[in-house]
């Protein structure tokens, strides 16, 4: 069973537009991470943030946590079309064993 | 600066036949862990090792076996491969509850 779910599924914007990823998770967390994979790639993180903060930014990246909706946003300013890739949220329930939802494939159109 | 390497990138087998995927990681952590990755599923965690000497289960451990073998290295082991098996396979290391790095995956496919 996904702990994480990601919405939309898949997103498409114009080069210079913002873009918005949703994620929802069913259980308390330790904390939550956003990672990026490209195509044919390995994941790499992009940010965490912990059970007991609510926003955090990292460059053009802006993470927001809603602990009581059990739900979480990664917003990617001023796309660019290096940003075209699938964005996956996890969630670490203990320890650091990870739960990973399904995705979101955006694509930013030059 | 290798971080994650794993061997082979690609692999065809026939049903029922065994194969061991290989990882090794050079950045000294105590963690490491096996996912699986299929359209539409996300990564599913197969088996995980939180320091040497130790190893559990993930989610989906069936027809899977894994061996930490020293510190750098944790490798999945199929025994019978099953066309259920086709799959991207990840190995990822950690230390404590660090963010995880990934390798870049195998590409299995079971004929």
């Known amino acids: 069973s996904q702990q994480g779910e990601e919405d939309p599924q898949a997103l498409s914007i114009q080069e210079g537009e913002n873009a918005t990823m949703n994620c929802s998770y069913k259980t308390s967390i330790n904390n939550l991470q956003w990672y990026r994979q490209n195509s044919g790639r390995g994941l790499v993180h992009l940010i965490l943030?912990?059970?007991?903060?609510r926003e955090k930014h990292s460059g053009r990246l802006r993470v927001t946590l809603d602990t009581s909706k059990k739900s979480s946003s990664l917003l990617i300013t001023a796309s660019r079309a290096a940003d075209t890739a699938s964005y996956f949220c996890?969630?670490?329930?203990?320890?650091?064993?990870?739960?990973f939802g399904a995705g979101t494939i955006l694509r930013v159109k030059s | 600066n290798a971080g994650v390497t794993q061997t082979p990138k690609f692999q065809v087998l026939k049903t029922g036949q065994s194969m061991t995927l290989q990882c090794a990681q050079d950045?000294?952590?105590?963690?490491m862990y096996w996912y699986r990755q299929d359209p539409g599923m996300g990564l599913r965690l197969i088996y995980y090792?939180?320091?040497?000497?130790?190893?559990d289960k993930g989610e989906v451990p069936n027809g899977y076996n894994v061996s930490r073998l020293n510190k750098r290295e944790f490798s999945l082991r199929l025994e019978s491969a099953a066309p259920s098996q086709t799959s991207v396979y990840f190995c990822a290391s950690s230390e404590a509850s660090t963010p995880l790095h990934f390798g870049n995956g195998t590409r299995l496919t079971v004929t």
């Open positions: 943030i912990r059970s007991n903060e």
């Open positions: 996890a969630t670490a329930l203990y320890g650091n064993k990870l739960v």
């Open positions: 950045m000294n952590h105590n963690s």
């Open positions: 090792s939180a320091s040497e000497g130790t190893t």
